[in-house]
């Protein structure tokens, strides 16, 4: 079946880094335009960014362009999120996300906090 396990969530301080990774598993990877989301507490899950199968195009919310970079490694099955300059605002439950067969599978999460 379709697994998603997201990981390399954490605390971490203004200004800093953080690089999430998603392991994908039970469908053609590499067929498939990946999502990552994130959902803070009291708000509505929201779309950070998307990539397309081959890699070759990207998308990404208004609020993270320039900071957070998404890509992928078709050979691994793992889609990754590298996110710069991170902001308090940036704190949430980071989600990746595959739509198959019309269907959403989602991974578990991973929490990002950013504080001081």
């Known amino acids: 079946q379709v697994q998603l396990v997201e990981s390399g969530g954490g605390l971490v301080q203004p200004g800093g880094s953080l690089r999430l990774s998603c392991a994908a598993s039970?469908?053609?990877?590499?067929?498939?335009?990946m999502t990552w989301y994130r959902q803070a507490p009291g708000k509505e899950r929201e779309l950070v960014a998307g990539?397309?199968?081959?890699?070759?195009?990207?998308n990404y919310a208004d609020s993270v362009k320039g900071r957070f970079t998404i890509s992928r490694d078709n050979a691994k099955n793992m889609v990754y999120l590298q996110m710069n300059s991170l902001k308090p605002e940036d704190t949430a439950l980071y989600y990746c996300?595959?739509?198959?067969?019309?269907?959403?599978?989602w991974g578990q999460g991973t929490q990002v906090t950013v504080s001081s």
């Open positions: 996300k595959a739509v198959i067969s019309l269907r959403d599978h």
């Open positions: 039970g469908f053609a990877f590499r067929n498939y335009y």
């Open positions: 990539i397309s199968s081959g890699g070759s195009r990207t």
